[in-house]
């Protein structure tokens, strides 16, 4: 499973759309695997964030039609030939699939260095803290005798370096919180309250993972009372709930790169942008093209020994990209054995 999904990913980064719609296909098809198709899209759409224009129509989209697959799983009683023969199912992922591979790819933004991180926090900690701290955004988030102050004072760092526009700022105050204790070179470890799903261990519901998110949703909340658009407290529901939904089928790099794309929509926020921001494109489809993936699965079924012909990708394309996913999971790595994350947490 993890395979297809990681192939379901790399085709969507290619802009393969034979392979893109034939892996998704093959989740559809696989019994109790479409849990896992939603949660490599949610990968594809974060792998896509960067530097450039915000991207929060999408995470929309993909709340919506998750709970639409959900819905029709349910009417269907559990019967999985049902589910995967029937044409909605297969529009939706076939729809959700190619948006994904229309959205713009923005320059690459990656987590600060343990180096980086350590030198940020230690001039952070040096100085007085800012407004944000006490401010009622922090506070309605921050829970005395169950929060470290050091929890507190990254928040409102947090929110100042996005305010001011320092992203490494903002991402160092992150990331510090994830680190271990003996990286942070504090006297113990530092508490935070649980605040995750209930069905997560007691670690993973401690994560400071959750504090950000909780001090995301008292930011767009705050915030709307200033007249920010009613889409961006929505965008970040639907990131929320992919993590509650997806925690344990994503890696800590995956989560950790999920919380980075969140990260960048929430620095968007705070800039003007077009109302056409809001604004989905309809996706034209063919129903041959639809169910092409699905009579080719069923080929194979038939005749293990049949070869699937896949669209060329040219060998200069493919060299280029192999460089450049390999630059980008060598700094994921990187930045993973810097923070102390393992596949454990």
């Known amino acids: 499973m993890t395979d297809v999904r990681k192939s379901l990913c790399e085709a969507i980064d290619h802009r393969d759309r034979r392979a893109s719609h034939r892996w998704a296909a093959e989740l559809v098809a696989t019994p109790g695997a479409v849990g896992s198709l939603w949660a490599s899209y949610w990968l594809a759409w974060a792998a896509a964030q960067g530097a450039g224009s915000a991207s929060p129509t999408l995470p929309i989209l993909l709340k919506q039609t998750w709970a639409s697959i959900t819905d029709a799983a349910h009417e269907l009683g559990g019967d999985w030939a049902a589910f995967r023969n029937e044409p909605e199912i297969r529009a939706c992922v076939a729809e959700t699939t190619t948006r994904l591979l229309d959205q713009p790819r923005q320059t690459p933004v990656v987590w600060p260095t343990k180096e980086i991180t350590l030198y940020d926090v230690g001039t952070m900690r040096s100085t007085a803290p800012p407004v944000a701290t006490d401010g009622p955004v922090v506070l309605a988030v ?48 530092l508490k935070c309250a649980e605040r995750g799903p209930s069905a997560l261990p007691a670690k993973a519901r401690a994560s400071p993972l959750w504090f950000w998110l909780d001090l995301g949703r008292a930011f767009f909340r705050e ?123």
Do not use: C
Request: zero cysteines; glycine letters at 4%; proline letters at 5%.
């Open 223 to 345: 915030r709307l009372t200033s007249g920010m658009h009613r889409g961006w407290p929505t965008m970040h529901t639907a990131v929320t709930d992919a993590f509650r939904n997806n925690y344990k089928r994503w890696t800590p790099a995956e989560r950790m790169r999920l919380l980075l794309a969140w990260i960048l929509q929430v620095r968007a926020s705070m800039l003007p942008q077009p109302e056409s921001l809001w604004t989905a494109q309809s996706v034209q489809q063919q129903l041959a093209d639809i169910d092409l993936p699905y009579k080719e699965i069923a080929a194979e079924l038939a005749d293990p020994n049949s070869v699937i012909l896949k669209t060329p990708v040219q060998k200069k394309e493919v060299s280029q990209k192999s460089r450049s996913e390999a630059k980008m999971a060598e700094a994921d790595a990187a930045v993973m054995a810097s923070l102390g994350i393992t596949d454990d947490d």
């Open 142 to 189: 921050w829970q005395r005798n169950e929060d470290a102050m050091e929890i507190r004072m990254m928040g409102g760092r947090f929110l100042t370096s996005l305010e001011t526009g320092d992203l490494r700022g903002a991402l160092s105050a992150v990331a510090w919180t994830m680190m271990t204790q003996v990286q942070q070179g504090l006297p113990q470890p």
